[in-house]
């Protein structure tokens, strides 16, 4: 079940009706069923998989508590990390591995055969495994007390709203909003729709008309001239953004309805001034997992500038690794962890010099956004072509613009809705709009009327799926 | 007694009433001035073809997808016949549109004395996709019960979009905008001319590149869709009771799969069988190899050029006058 489709809006009805007439001691046990629902409607095996992780995860969390001894208490961390990642192993790496090191046995003359796996990946795989991972650290480090209600437990992996495209919590912040007794909250209802709202233009207005152009181009790029090919890469940097965000929208605007906050996942990237902080800004759940659990522990920045680059090169190798299993995310990973430890060396050149300013005028600033969004955007080419040979003769093609750009009418309308989607994230950020809905009653009443009619009337029917439901 | 009620409320249920009226009254009025805008749009490449359509009244009128649009001359028809013609072929379109079309043109005028009426290999098989493009006749919703029962047929929730007057307009206002009271000149007859010849290496690399959803092998073992194959007896039977010949006609591609080919018109042959009165009309490779294996008459992979689409016409013409 996708959130852009009218069986959502139908399942989403008929669970908030029925999670402010139950009890608050029946509430958890509704919002699990209908987790349960909303995962199995996509392929309902994979449920064994998501039961395996909590019910591993929901032990080793109440072992590592109860045990005193250090040693333990590592053994039980060793067990939840290893079993879960042995599960995301053979689902979403192991072709991965196989197919490569049957490439290198072939290159070196060894006998190597190991038959492929038939398996589909189960659909958010990553992303509940991260959720589920974070818990059991947390639990570790003593900064999180073990879940004792196994229902609430298992609701803190499976919730819906953020079960299969994030935000990737953390026990801390979602947790203890399951044990709280929420009140129905007409003003809270109508807030978390106009976000849904918003998350819904954006995914079915602007990311899905430019998902027609982009498909168009990159399923056929050596057919395309480089300015078409160039175009597509701007309309994907978008198209991935408002997919993303989109999605990312839509589970808190369903989850604030719920009374329960999940976190911001964007904020405004391509308006970001450098690439470190394009990644304080885009999918900021994944950013912050991977600086707690991997990059801070690794000695972060407060070690020498070769381990802070080695540092940085691991972290974006990881995850790049994480979005999928090809070479083509471990190069754009490799890029973004290439930008920033350049972006260190300059930073370094500049303080030598004593160039560095507090303030940078208007000019400058524009200048920065503009160079980092096409840093951005390079790497994107890495991540939306089917191998890394594509990718190289894409980047290779667009810097040598050749002819004319193919022109398909829908590019007026992903153009637009590029425009309105840039500026609105520009007030939004300005005023932490969605935040202080309270102050702005008619702007979001007007805003949220042109959003339904922009949808009904521009909106792409039968729209691509989510991109980010395959990690 | 009401103003009390009204008054009692809070403010966030207020703004919901004011929002919901505004949503209805604002669909309402969107809906009423897309429509009129809409019903004066003539040109383009997609709705204004067929509201230009609706005001035609040939003698012989041509229906189907781009294979029709591209391929059949009615200047050609006109000459090789003595009958006026209009080709309301549409691209992107097939089946379903065509069966709208005839519903709502046959409000409008007396019944053609020919309908001729393009069918390929997957016209007659279920496509989800077929419902979707031909959501371009959603405007004419209200008027027909045949557009209704089609555009419904799409899924569950079609009947409750299509209750929203703005939706029906869904993806069309940006052309409408671009098209609104236009019209074409008056020698246009609906033909579009395909220019040039097939670069057969650069047209097959983009047809391989695009992952394809069913291959010609696989579409001729899939079993036709009732739903099609009633609406195929309908448009039979209406004929045959106005006098009206009419002519399902199938056009070239390049590089046809012979056994796919067969296997397909064995078994259309079979259901038209209980069809009196519907002739097939086979105009390809198999039936004319010499004319339409090789690229020259083609611009791209499935539709002739100007001069394949003028020998296919005087093709068809011929098998029109020899089958009364």
Known sequence: MVFNSFAFIAFFVVVTTLFFVLPHSLRWLLLLLASCFFYMFFVPI?????????????????????????????????ISIVSVCTVLFVFKYFNFFNTNFAALAAALDWNYSIAALSIALPIGLSFHTFQSLSYVIEVYRGQQKAERHFGIFALYVMYFPQLVAGPIERPQHLLYQFHERKRFNLRRLLDGLSLALWGLFKKVVVADSLAIYTDTIYNASSHHNGASLLVATYCFAFQIYCDFSGYSDIARGVSRVYGIDLMK????????????????????????????????????????????????????????????????????????????????????????????????????????????????LIAWVF??????????????????????????????????????????????????????????????????????????????????????FQF | MKRVIVFALSKPVKWVIVFALLVVLLDLGLGLVLGRIYRQSFTGDRFGLLNYALTQEPQILVLGSSRAQYQ????????ELGLTAYNAGLKGQDFLYSVMLYDLWKRRHPPPKVLVLTIDIESLIPRETEINTAHIVAPYLDESQLVREILYS?????????????????????????????????????????????????????????????????????PFSPQKLAYLRALAEETARNGTRFFLVHTPIFRQDEAAHEAWVKKLQATLATMPGVKFVDLCSTTHPKLFTGPELYFNLNHLNAEGAEILTVLLAEEIKRRP
């Not at chain 1, 885009?282 to 991997?294: C, E, R």
């Not at chain 1, 089917?386 to 093609?397: E, L, M, P, Y």
């Not at chain 2, 047209?203 to 001729?220: I, K, P």
């Open chain 1, 46 to 78: 994979f449920i064994l998989i998501l039961a395996v992780t909590i019910i591993v995860d929901y032990f080793a969390a109440i072992s590592i508590e109860n045990t005193s001894s250090p040693r333990k208490k590592k053994f039980f961390l060793s």
């Open chain 1, 265 to 376: 996942n964007f904020d405004a990237p391509y308006l970001a001034k450098s690439i470190s902080e394009f990644w304080t800004r885009w999918h900021i759940s994944l950013s912050s997992w991977f600086k707690d659990y991997v990059y801070i522990p690794l000695g972060g920045n407060r070690v020498s500038l070769g381990r802070n680059s080695f540092n940085l090169i691991v972290v974006f190798l990881l995850s790049g690794f994480w979005h999928g299993a090809n070479w083509t995310f471990i190069v754009w990973g490799a890029l973004h962890g290439a930008y920033l430890i350049t972006g260190r060396l300059w930073e370094i050149v500049l303080k030598r010099l004593g160039m560095i300013r507090n303030e940078a005028g208007l000019l400058r600033q524009g200048l920065a956004v503009l160079l980092t969004f096409h840093l951005v």
């Open chain 1, 383 to 468: 991540f939306r072509a089917s191998n890394v040979t594509t990718a190289f003769d894409i980047v290779q093609r667009i810097l040598v613009p050749s002819g004319r750009v193919f022109f398909d009418p829908i590019l007026v309308q992903c153009a637009l809705g590029a425009l309105v989607v840039t500026a609105s994230d520009w007030l939004i950020r300005r005023t932490n709009y969605w935040d202080n809905l309270d102050r702005y009653p008619v702007i979001n009443f007007t805003t949220s009327l042109a959003m339904l009619f922009g949808i009904s009337l521009f909106g792409v029917e039968n729209g691509a799926q989510f991109i980010y």
């Open chain 2, 72 to 79: 059949i001359m009615p200047s050609v028809l006109t000459k």
């Open chain 2, 154 to 222: 799409g899924g569950p929730f079609r009947r409750f979009e299509n209750l929203s007057s703005t939706y029906r307009f869904n993806g069309t206002v940006l052309s409408l905008a671009k098209h609104a009271f236009n019209r074409p000149p008056p020698s246009y007859d609906g033909f579009l001319v395909g220019a040039g010849t097939l670069d057969t290496a650069r047209e097959t690399g983009v047809m391989n590149a695009l992952d394809q959803d069913r291959t010609a092998a696989e579409m001729a073992h899939v």
